[in-house]
Structures are given as structure tokens and as C-alpha cells.
């Protein structure tokens, strides 16, 4: 897969649910070899944008490429096979299966089943190095483990893939300080190795210590796009919520 400067191009992106405008003509581009933050408050589109991005749901209208590929609309295998890969919001596990089968589920019918279990072993215990503080027991039940392990096993596995696009939908919130360093260094190995790192947030710190590029959606809509240097957490909140922005200047008062 050639990488380039545009890895992502998203334009005129729309997805209603009836009434329920979740997307309302997304236009942005994203560059290859950066961390691209999203913002925005909850309802605004990021997980909807999220699915589309990653096959799981069609758009009624719009486009969207990967590093110059078009993407068929609702595919996921195409996605993948395009490179992109997502962490979803919600902690996706299979509970009863053990670490080490969790890492590589989805993987049958690709290499996996060929591949020796001392390798896949291999691979995911120096995977999950990269981004765990301490050791994970992958012979344990996912189901037993507790919440941050769950975490670090899923986007270890988004990793096993070694994505062109990796999509981190909310993937600190469950993440200890030391955890969430660890991840960040992935990640700024991720882009300097020219791919593209998705990475939504509502944490201003954290976009401060890892982003690019900021992009803020309001109401299905990028309405702001900026560079880390030109960054202010309280003109982000204006754009994100003028509302809440004058209430907070006003001491709270409505």
C-alpha cells in the first residue's frame, strides 16, 4: 500500500436515522503520517462517522478514500483490506474466550489457523509490551479480566493488523496514566512510520499532548479545523458548544 499525503478524504458525508441527522455533509481531510483529533459533544456524529469510516454502516451520501482508494459503502471487509481499522467506543470482547483467542479473533480463514499458537503467543504478548504496564494472562477468560486489560487486549488486536488508518474512538477512558503514555508512544511509532491515527477524545489534555490536527463537529457537522499550534482548548469549547462556552464565562449562569 503506497502512503501519501492524503490519507483520508472524506467528502460530503451525510447519515440520517429517520428524523435523526447524525452526519449532516461531513467534508475533511486527514493527513498521512499525524494524529488527527475529533472533538465534539456527545450526539455530534463522531461514533457514526466512526462506523461509516470503518464499513459497518452505509452513508446515504458522500464519499470516502483511504491513501486514494475508494471505499464501497458499508463494506467492513473492504475496509480492512483497505487498511482501516477501528476501536470501537464500546469494549468489544468475546468474554468467554481467553486472551490469546481474542487477540486474533477475526483472523480464521486469513492466516490464523495456519499460524502456530506459539507465534500468535508471540506476537500478541510483544503487541500487548507496547502498550500494557504490567502482564496480561492470556491463557486467562477475557470475561475475568478486569476493565483495563479488556481495553489493552482490543486495541492490541486493532494493532495486530497494522492498520494504514487506526480509528481510537474513546479508547483511554478506561486506561490508567501509564497506560495511556504507553499507548501514546504506539501511536507516535504508528505516525512516524506514515500512517494515520484517528484519535476522538473529549479530554482537551489529551489532544494537547498527542494531536496533529483538530477537527470539531457540531450538530453532524466539521464546523473548525486546526493544527496543534494553533490549539486553544477554550476557543475549542466555544466552537464545540457556544452555549456552554458563555456559561462557563458567565460563572454558570444561564
Do not use: W
Amino acid at each position: 500500500m503506497a502512503l501519501q499525503d492524503g490519507a483520508l478524504e472524506i467528502s460530503g458525508l451525510k447519515k440520517s436515522y429517520g428524523r435523526t441527522r447524525a452526519l449532516e455533509d461531513v467534508t475533511l481531510r486527514c493527513r498521512a503520517g499525524t494524529v488527527h483529533a475529533l472533538l465534539g459533544e456527545n450526539g455530534t456524529g463522531k461514533s457514526t462517522l466512526v462506523k461509516v469510516l470503518s464499513g459497518v454502516i452505509s452513508p446515504d451520501a458522500g464519499k470516502v478514500s483511504v491513501f486514494g482508494r475508494p471505499l464501497t459503502a458499508g463494506s467492513p471487509a473492504e475496509a480492512l483490506d483497505a487498511g482501516v481499522v477501528a476501536v470501537f467506543q464500546e469494549v468489544f470482547v468475546a468474554p468467554n474466550l481467553t486472551g490469546i483467542e481474542n487477540l486474533f479473533l477475526g483472523y480464521d480463514g486469513l492466516f490464523a489457523k495456519r499460524m502456530p499458537l506459539a507465534r500468535k503467543r508471540e506476537m500478541g504478548e510483544a503487541t500487548l509490551r507496547k502498550i500494557a504496564r504490567v502482564p496480561i494472562d492470556l491463557d486467562q477468560v477475557v470475561g475475568e479480566m478486569p476493565l483495563i486489560q479488556r481495553q489493552l487486549i482490543v486495541v492490541a488486536r486493532a494493532l495486530l493488523r497494522d492498520p494504514a488508518v487506526l480509528i481510537l474512538d474513546e479508547s483511554t477512558a478506561a486506561l490508567d496514566m501509564n497506560s495511556r503514555d504507553a499507548l501514546f508512544e504506539t501511536i507516535r511509532a504508528l505516525v512516524g512510520n506514515g500512517r494515520l491515527v484517528v484519535f476522538i477524545t473529549h479530554r482537551m489534555d489529551e489532544v494537547e499532548a498527542i494531536s496533529d490536527d483538530i477537527s470539531i463537529l457540531r450538530a453532524g457537522r466539521n464546523v473548525a479545523t486546526m493544527t496543534r499550534s494553533s490549539f486553544d482548548a477554550k476557543e475549542a469549547l466555544r466552537i464545540m458548544s457556544p452555549e456552554i462556552a458563555s456559561r462557563s464565562a458567565n460563572g454558570g449562569e444561564t
